[in-house]
T-cell receptor, first 111, second 113 residues
Framework: GESVGLHLPTLSVQEGDNSIINCAYS??????FIWYKQESGKGPQFIID?????DKRQGQRVTVLLNKTVKHLSLQIAATQPGDSAVYFC??????????FGTGTSLTVIP | EAQVTQNPRYLITVTGKKLTVTCSQN?????MSWYRQDPGLGLRQIYY???????DKGDVPEGYKVSRKEKRNFPLILESPSPNQTSLYFC????????????FGQGTRLTVV
């Protein structure tokens, strides 16, 4: 099966600082990537996605960077807020195939 | 409101007693799927459906069945639940099987004793 992993299982940041969550993937044929946020007791929520023909995409306070050379994905959250505390998952997908999810990184924002 | 609805949210059952977890979406999505989430293992796909009457196995299909008789519904059936199926289950839907985001339900926490 596919292997999608995260470099750090937990991350603590001060409120107002920027957060960076990393993800490694192994399938070079994957062409679509998503970051999800999961708060306690809830289902995963879409944050941002990126296709393999791009290396950067920005949303509101979030940026996803894709480095296909080293098969690495990162999520940057600007001015992290307490409401950003959650588990973050990356997911990869090859066209016509299923999603594969990483095991998640737990982000804790310290007020 | 666009959503994926799962029922029940919580369920405790005994080994061997058949159960069904329902999933319904109101977004006219073609693609639906079921995942289980276990500590340290992330989300693993059980079954998925590209459209009505089309279902395929995911990574961990053993012990589960699904059906897709209507576009909006995708029930997960455990014919004879076992304790190793104790988990948190999520249903998700996407516009199509192509590269689009998946919308998740709130989850069903199942305990099999």
């Amino acid at each position: 099966g596919e292997s999608v992993g995260l470099h750090l299982p937990t991350l603590s940041v001060q409120e107002g600082d920027n957060s960076i969550i990393n993800c490694a993937y192994s399938n070079s044929a994957s062409d679509y990537f998503i970051w999800y946020k999961q708060e306690s007791g809830k289902g995963p929520q879409f944050i941002i996605d990126i296709r393999s023909n791009m290396d950067k995409r920005q949303g509101q306070r979030v940026t996803v960077l894709l480095n296909k050379t080293v098969k690495h994905l990162s999520l940057q959250i600007a001015a992290t807020q307490p409401g950003d505390s959650a588990v973050y998952f990356c997911a990869e997908k090859e066209w016509g195939n299923q999603f594969y999810f990483g095991t998640g990184t737990s982000l804790t924002v310290i007020p | 409101e666009a959503q994926v609805t799962q029922n029940p949210r919580y369920l405790i059952t005994v080994t061997g007693k058949k159960l069904t977890v329902t999933c319904s979406q109101n977004m006219n999505h073609e693609y639906m799927s079921w995942y289980r989430q276990d500590p340290g293992l992330g989300l693993r796909q059980i079954y998925y459906s590209m459209n009505v009457e089309v279902t395929d196995k995911g990574d961990v299909p053993e012990g589960y069945k699904v059906s897709r008789k209507e576009k909006r519904n995708f029930p997960l059936i455990l014919e004879s639940p076992s304790p190793n199926q104790t988990s948190l289950y999520f249903c998700a839907s996407s516009l199509s099987g192509e590269n689009t985001e998946a919308f998740f339900g709130q989850g069903t926490r199942l305990t099999v004793v």
